[in-house]
């Protein structure tokens, strides 16, 4: 991988620069004196719509842009990315996520193995093996077929999944459900297993290592639930522990010799490979739990869709180029016009944990001060990704976005179709919600001016809390509906932004190293909080009050 360019020293970042002192936005302005505006900055990439013309940009400040992608690389960053070249510097490795969804029929020879071959016989595995438990073939160690399958996992190994569980549940197979266990606060354990039955329970093991305490532990907790249950019932009677983990226990995995030191049939462990990062797995085998509730077919669409966004960044000018685009939109906003964070709006209730797969994706990846070469930066890195759906966060947080003293670029997605389509009398209840995602866009762009709120004969001491300012920036993609293919598109989308920002920055987006003391330090305390005065003692004054707090008022 070449030196990262300081994307200060470009001369587009230069002209940025110049364009942002002084820089007064108008976006009423800019859409009555440009006809063109909407259609100018309207693009499409695969299925989905995207109107970027509601942002706080001009012409002039779109081409700096685009020159900045070139200044930095940004082509031969994503060449090489796509190639298998080892861009994660940081850990040496290959980032070949998008080598998950190549067609069979490709080839992408990495260190002399094509990797798409690896890639498709796993998925043939997992298919094989989520078709036996649709079926009712693979049952339990009593002879029951599976109803409930759990997956174990966190990070990388439990968004991805939950999120598209939750998005597509419309597709899960009828008596077939998911749920998904991360927290190591034994809560989670306990309230997704309380009402659950052994016998016709199926739990993934996802982990990358195989290694991470939170989905070890979880995993211990829920086979012993498993057994003991099984035991107390009667059902495990001429059957052995070890048969009711191999009938009842599947891996995912990197790490496949430690999946079967835990009891799991190695038949039954999928495995990845090094060059997917966790926040970057759930389209590997890290989405079993996919393919068996909602079934290999639409595991299938879901890898299309992102192939599909795929080709279009990999092959589109970046004048054209939806994640370059967006990328670069948020580089624009960070860097030159001082905003922090960025907001994400689905109005799509399935969407409800899109917000937080992309804090993963966007934060773990983006959350950096030094650049791969290790130094240190002098900009702004990353953004503070959040967001709830639309409407309810238009009754809790939208007043901020709206009045608020805060830039805060939002993306607001939406479909044509509703997933659930109802009826209010004679109202359509999909219309009602569509109106308020249009209305949104609107009221942030074009506001409410005082001559405006003055018209409404408003009294005169409320003129101005009444004023919307206007000129908040907001993207609007929409797609015809949120099918299997549609949510493989958004989340490549948001990959290939977040690639954008990280090769502007120059900095390694696919390491993670800023997890790794708090794991540490966790395992270095945890005697600490079990009594243990030593360990205790070698604390800083702060964490042994805390700890020492936590001692007096344990009941036990
Ligand atoms: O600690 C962060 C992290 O490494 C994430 O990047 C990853 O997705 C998560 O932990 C889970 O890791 P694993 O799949 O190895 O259990």
Do not use: C
């Not at 994503?78 to 490709?106: C, Q, W, Y």
């Not at 016989?121 to 599976?146: C, D, H, M, Q």
């Not at 409320?462 to 949120?482: D, H, Q, Y």
């Amino acid at each position: 991988m070449t030196t990262p360019v300081n994307p200060t020293e470009t001369s587009a970042w230069k002209e940025l620069s110049a364009i942002s002192s002084g820089f007064a936005p108008d976006l009423r302005g800019w859409f009555a004196q440009d006809e063109q505006r909407t259609s100018d900055l309207t693009f499409d990439a695969a299925d989905l719509r995207v109107d970027m013309s509601k942002n706080l940009v001009t012409k002039e400040v779109m081409a700096s842009l685009v020159k900045l992608a070139d200044e930095v690389n940004l082509r031969e960053r994503m060449d090489a990315m796509f190639a298998g070249e080892r861009i994660n510097v940081t850990e040496n490795r290959s980032v070949l996520h998008t080598a998950l969804r190549l067609p069979k029929d490709a080839s992408l020879v990495v260190d002399g193995q094509d990797v798409v071959a690896d890639v498709h016989e796993v998925l043939e595995n997992v298919y094989a093996f989520a078709r036996k438990v649709r079926s009712g073939e693979w049952v339990g160690v009593t002879g029951k077929p599976i109803e409930t399958v759990v997956n174990i996992g966190i990070g990388g190994s439990d968004l991805g999944p939950v999120m598209a569980y939750e998005a597509l549940k419309p597709y899960a197979k009828e008596g077939l459900s998911a749920r998904y266990i991360s927290n190591i606060d034994p809560t989670d354990a306990g309230e997704k297993t309380k009402d659950l039955d052994p016998e016709t329970t199926l739990v993934i093991v996802a982990s990358k290592t195989f290694t991470t305490l939170e989905t070890l532990t979880n995993a211990r907790v829920v086979r012993e639930w498993l057994l003991s249950g099984l035991e107390e019932s009667g059902a495990l009677e001429g059957k052995t522990r070890e048969e009711a983990v191999r009938k009842h226990f599947i891996a995912v995995s990197t790490a496949l010799d430690k999946v079967e030191a835990f009891g799991i049939d190695p038949k039954n462990a999928f495995g990845f490979w090094d060059w997917v990062g966790g926040r970057y797995s759930v389209d590997s085998a890290v989405g079993t739990s996919l393919a068996i509730v909602l079934g290999p077919e639409v595991f299938e669409d879901f890898l299309a869709g992102f192939h599909a966004m795929d080709e279009h960044f990999r092959t589109t000018p970046w004048e054209e180029n939806v994640p370059a685009l967006m990328g670069l939109l948020n580089v624009w906003y960070t860097n030159f016009l001082g905003a922090h964070t960025h907001a994400v709006l689905p109005y799509s209730q399935f969407l409800h944990r899109f917000p937080a797969y992309l804090q993963q994706l966007t934060m773990e990846s983006n959350g950096k001060r030094v650049t791969w070469e290790g130094e240190a930066v002098s900009y702004q890195t990353g953004e503070v990704f959040w967001g709830e759906p639309g409407t309810n966060g238009q009754h809790a947080f939208y007043q901020l976005i709206h009045q608020g003293t805060r830039l805060i670029p939002a993306d607001f997605i939406a479909f044509a179709n509703p997933a659930w389509p109802l009826k209010d009398g004679e109202a359509d209840m999909h219309e009602l919600f569509l109106g308020n995602f249009f209305a949104q866009t609107k009221a942030l762009a074009f506001g409410k001016t005082e001559a405006e709120v003055r018209a409404e004969g408003t009294a005169e001491a409320v003129v101005p809390a009444r004023i919307f300012e206007g000129n908040k920036p907001s993207t609007s993609i929409m797609a015809p509906a949120l099918t299997p293919s549609v949510l493989g598109q958004l989340i490549a989308l948001y990959e290939h932004i977040t690639f954008t920002q990280g090769i502007v920055w120059g900095i390694d987006s696919f390491d993670q190293w800023g997890v790794e003391l708090g794991k540490v330090l966790a395992i270095e305390l945890t005697p600490a909080v079990a009594g243990d005065r030593e360990v205790l003692e070698k604390q800083d004054q702060s964490t042994q009050s805390l700890i020492s707090y936590y001692l007096e008022h344990r009941e036990k």
